[in-house]
């Protein structure tokens, strides 16, 4: 069961495509998931450019700090986590009944499934911005709020009757409209006035190429421990790029809050003999790219 629900919570890596000019964000990831499993039913994450600094569950029913550098806030604002508690347990509310909208859609009565919201904003470096708001369902898209038009996308058949009730509802749309362009970008300019010496840091990733023989020839280059989170892994032939037969896994955090990314190439051993192969590592902590040889042995590049 749980590896079900985790399966569907892949929705929050894919879905969402950062621009390469993203300097900051600003992002809240609600998940609601059916009862009758070990795992909360509902919690709320809060994240400043990937990296948490809040959380709610519903077992705990509190919202609560998960970074020092957000207690900052107290001061400036103390009913701030009694004023976010009350909107996290609002959420949870609503939650519910989008949940068993959402299954009713669907056709399901029975069984594990997840609602998920990812809502936020982007400030990037030439002073643009961008908000979001989308919903999946099970793993994939279902409906997203469209701020130009300010009505709502179905991602799925499904999604249409909901769609049709949410358009014309515009007191509730542009309210997150207003939000998401404005209210929103200014918290992550005020969150990152509060945690600018942590979210600001650059750490140089350590990078690894290790070749698999079995069960198929494989190539996987690693970075970890690197921060902030964007990084650009690929791959070159003879000092050409390689798109063919790659496939670049989603960027995790470790438990130090950097994080890690590996990127796997299938390439017969022939091809390794004839070839230079190499993998190309880009960091805003690097100086210049970091390249890899492949040998056909382990080699470690910090």
Request: net charge negative; charged share 25%.
């Amino acid at each position: 069961m749980a590896r079900a629900v985790l399966k569907a919570l892949i929705f929050l890596t894919v879905s969402l495509h950062l621009s390469s000019a993203v300097t900051h964000s600003l992002q809240y990831i609600h998940t609601g998931v059916t009862p009758g499993i070990n795992f909360p039913e509902f919690t709320d994450v809060g994240l400043v450019d990937g990296d948490q600094f809040a959380f709610y569950d519903n077992k705990m029913r509190k919202y609560s700090p998960k970074t020092e550098w957000i207690q900052k806030v107290n001061a400036e604002d103390p009913d701030y986590w009694s004023r976010e508690t009350q909107i996290a347990q609002d959420q949870q509310e609503d939650f519910k009944v989008i949940m068993g909208t959402a299954m009713q859609r669907f056709n399901h009565t029975t069984g594990v499934h997840t609602l998920q919201m990812m809502v936020g904003c982007e400030l990037h470096d030439d002073g643009t911005t961008r908000g979001y708001m989308q919903y999946g369902y099970d793993g994939e898209d279902f409906i997203s709020l469209d701020l130009k038009t300010v009505t709502w996308t179905a991602a799925k058949p499904q999604a249409v009757s909901t769609k049709k009730k949410w358009d014309p509802d515009a007191g509730y749309n542009n309210f997150w409209k207003i939000y998401l362009e404005k209210e929103c970008i200014e918290w992550l300019k005020k969150y990152l006035s509060y945690g600018r010496e942590t979210l600001e840091r650059k750490v140089r990733p350590e990078a690894s190429v290790l070749q698999k023989h079995s069960p198929s020839p494989e190539v996987v280059c690693h970075a970890t421990g690197f921060f902030p989170k964007a990084v650009v892994i690929s791959w070159q032939k003879d000092g050409e790029e390689v798109h063919e037969n790659v496939e670049l896994r989603e960027t995790l955090p470790n438990q130090d809050g950097s994080f890690q990314k590996r990127s796997i190439l299938t390439v017969p051993a022939e091809e390794l003999q004839k070839h230079n192969y190499t993998c190309v590592i880009q960091h805003s902590s690097l100086e210049k790219e970091l390249v890899l040889p492949v040998r056909g042995r382990r080699n470690t590049f910090l």
